[in-house]
C-alpha cells in the first residue's frame, strides 16, 4: 500500500511538471507570434517591399502547352451549352469513357472542335498532365483525340466477352430468379450470337442449387 501511494505520489508531481513545462511553453510560443507579426508588419511597410508586392500580385498566370490546333482554339463554345457530367479518373476502360461521352454529346450537339473542347474538361490529374503532354497544336480533330486517348490507356480496356463467358454467370444464395435472369440476359448481349444449346447449357449451370435447379435437370427445357 506504502509503494502504490508513493507512486501516485510522483505521478502527481510528474504531472504537475508537465502543467508547468506546458504553461512555459504556449508563453513562449505566444511571445514568437507577436515578435513574427511585428516583423511582418515592419517588412510590410517598407516601400521596397511593398513594389514587390504589387509586382507580385500582377503577375500574369503560367501559360500552358495547348495541343489543340488553332482552328480549335478558336471555337466558342455557348454560354448555354450544358457540358459533359462525366470524369475520368484513369482508371476506367477509355471505350467506355467515350461511349457515354458520345451519348450526352449526341443529346446536346456540337461541332467537332466543340467536342475536342469539353473532353478536355473530363480529364482530370495525371490524365490532364497527360492530354498537356502532347505536341502543341497537335490535335486537329477529335477522331484523332480520342484515338490518342485509347492508345494511352489501352491496358484499362476489358478483354472482349466471349461465349464462354455465360458460364460465369452464377445464381448467388438468395437471388431471385428474376435478378438471376436479367444478369444472365447482359452477357447475352455482350456476348452476341450464340448456339442456344450453349446458352440453355450455361443458364442451368448457373442456377443455385434447389428443387427449381432440379426441376429443369429433370425436365430439360
Known sequence: ??????????????????????????????????????????LRNHPGNRE??????????????MPFSQ??????IPPTF???KITFTGMEDPEAHLTAFHTQMMLVGGSDAVRCKLFMSTLTG????????LPDGHVTTFAQLSQLFREQYIANRA??????????????????????INR?????????NTEEPMIVYAFRKGIFPGPFCESIIRNHP
Request: hydrophobic share 35%; net charge negative; with cysteine.
Open 126 to 133: 495525371m490524365e490532364m498532365d497527360w492530354f498537356i503532354s
Open 1 to 42: 500500500m506504502q509503494g502504490l501511494q508513493e507512486a501516485m505520489t510522483a505521478s502527481k508531481v510528474e504531472q504537475e511538471r508537465i502543467q508547468l513545462d506546458l504553461a512555459a511553453s504556449q508563453a513562449r510560443n505566444k511571445e514568437l507570434c507577436r515578435a513574427n507579426e511585428e516583423l511582418r508588419c515592419g
Open 71 to 76: 482552328s480549335n482554339m478558336e471555337a466558342v
Open 159 to 180: 478483354p472482349p466477352p466471349v461465349s464462354y463467358d455465360l458460364f460465369d454467370v452464377k445464381q448467388y444464395q438468395g437471388e431471385t430468379l428474376k435478378a438471376y
Open 52 to 65: 514587390t508586392e504589387d509586382r507580385e500580385c500582377f503577375t500574369p498566370p503560367r501559360e500552358f502547352p
Open 184 to 192: 444472365f440476359g447482359v452477357q447475352m448481349v455482350k456476348v452476341g
Open 82 to 84: 450544358v457540358g459533359p
